[in-house]
């Protein structure tokens, strides 16, 4: 009897001691949920960014590590806004796929990878878009060879490779579907295959974002063998993107990424930040922080905007040093400012 | 008393113990979602999917539902899964028996095979057989004819599709063949247990599946044609086979590296199976006048059988939920169409991801019902 009875004890013993375990567990996650991102991004030292997994001129990665691209560069000012330091932003390579999920879950604060902004997405799955860093849309790319020279001459079976889990696939239903047009969608989890695929003759067309064919082009075996078509078949505006519910974070991000684009209109760039501190215009006072309190609305000091400008740059800056200068979209298009002709206007920052 | 809580208390703390946590999991995926605004719920399975799968054994297009699509990725999934299991086990037979052969260039070739395929991760091997062998392949317009009428390219083997008059008629022939070779393997061996007298039954049954059907196309009106594949142009430089059958690359490589590689597992199962019936069995047999092919047939594959059995059932098992790598190679399979697409466009994470866990695990449990069924069968009957 007394064996049975410690026995029991024993057994009691370790249920309350995984009870202890649960219960430690679950007030952890009530702690984190009062939390607000940024607090644990200051704690942490580093801004959590997912980007994708290469995609020159949004975001890809050189030999040793360092990431480069306008939407690495909206975690970089993110990072100069909250610890001071552009460079402490730990960047995380995703799938198209697995990208929500990592936001979602906390694996990430930030998301910017060429996102496209939709009604569902912004409203179904728990995701916040702060704005567009980028106006695309879908378009093909094909062999030059085939003579093709626009969508219309598409025919029945056409092969068509493209990216899982993307609006692309929905995009491109649309529009073979209007047209009657059957075809052979081939989808990869990952961009690279998606170009090898294209390359090795599996399929005849590829289709993304035009500036995504603009830089996956470069990759080709043969660039000047494929041309992109000059049909945009889709609306994509591209932009970061944070969980739902911390509407402080979701402030640092967006005003961030429109701090940027204002210190383009106002001519405010890297190398003369500093001097207009003593400009006549107030509107550019306040953007370099020596006007106004615009920062405290953040939690954060009043010169989070210059040190953005100074580390990372404006939009023109960003945009040149990763797209143009790298010859993927010499032409800023609608990625031009307002006063210039493009669709970029930004809320005024004060 | 004491003997009731011996017996029930453990067990029912470890009953409350997994309900317990359960419950918790539940209840924190619950809080985390309403505090990051993501709705819980099926609705979306009839919701219109709107996006297309490239392969798919039914009807099925973008302005199906969810739900639908959920089936095109399940049965593009048992079909890769069970031409696999065929190929693995056709192959895993001749493979394991090859490596009991008392000729050195054959074992030796079977246990070579054998390391060599068990030993590379199967990832690889997909990826091996998708982005390097097949794509050596040639284009459309460049393909030789295999047997004829078939094409083997860069772009999938075109094979022709049959265009059948009847078909039913047909089916019910061959059924009534099926019925009746059953009928007529129990009525032999009734008569071999009761009189002695021995019927060739093989004969027979061959003779049956080949007369019946044969005789719907005289007298049912049953016909059958061939629609044969054929070049067509796209573009300038771009081809494509039209009419029969188009089998995509990726099911093609895929099939390749599931069974290539369990068919290694399937060999050791065979081998270990036969080498587990004891010698004297053999020798006994053969001593009581049983010929060779008799001896194999009688005496050694029905107690090789029950050892067999078990331990391949694992394999294909494995086979199927390894089948799950097809996501890979853009093969549209479950976990590519639906765990994939499915969910990045609705966003349901939980609900999509336990949908297809329960699937893969309803799948499992239904093949391992099957072969214990049949295990049980072939068991040692104690009379």
Redesign the interface.
Known sequence: MRKIMFKIIKQLTSVVAMFAVLFAFSTETMAAKKSKTLENTKKRGFVRCGVSQGLPGFSNADESGNWTGIDVDVCRAVAAATLGDATKVKFTPLSAKERFTALTSGEIDILSRNTTWTLSRDADIGLTFVGVNFYDGQGFMVRKGSGIASTSEFKNGTSVCTNLGTTTELNMRDFFDSRGISYEPVVFEKADEVVAAYDAGRCDTYTTDKSGLAAQRTKLSAPDDHVVLPETISKEPLGPVVRQGDSVWEDIVRWSLNTMIEAEEYGVNSSNADMMKTSNNPAIKRLVGAEGELGAAFGLDNEWNLRIIKQVGNYGESYKRNIADTGILPDRGPNELWTKGGILYVPPAR | M?NI??RF??QI?AIL?VV??FG?LTL?AQ???D?????FGFDFLSQES?????FSLIEY??SDSYARAFLVGLLNTLLVSFISIIICTILGVIIGVARLSSNYLIKNSAAWYVEFFRNIPLLLQIFFWY?AAL?ALP?PEKANAWFGVTYMT??GYYIPAMVWENLNVFLYCGLAAIISIIVMRNYASRLRDTQGKQIPVLLYSVALLIVLPLLSFIFGGVSLEFEIPEL?K?????Y?Y?GGISL???LIALVLALSLYTSTFVAECVRAGIEGVSKGQKEAAASVGLTPNQVLKLVIMPQALRIIIPPTTNQYLNLTKNSSLA????Y?DLV?VFA??A?????K?IEIVSITMLTYLTISLTIAAIMNWYNKKIEIKEK
């Not at chain 2, 505090?35 to 709705?39: A, L, M, S, V, Y």
């Open positions: 004491n809580i011996k208390i453990p703390l113990f317990l946590i918790f924190n809080t985390n979602m505090n990051r605004g993501i709705d709107s996006f297309d799968v490239q297009s973008g982005y794509r284009m860069v772009k067509k796209l573009s300038k430089i771009s494509i039209e995509p690359p990726e996501a890979a190679i853009a549209p590519l994939g697409t969910l990045m466009q609705t966003g994470a």
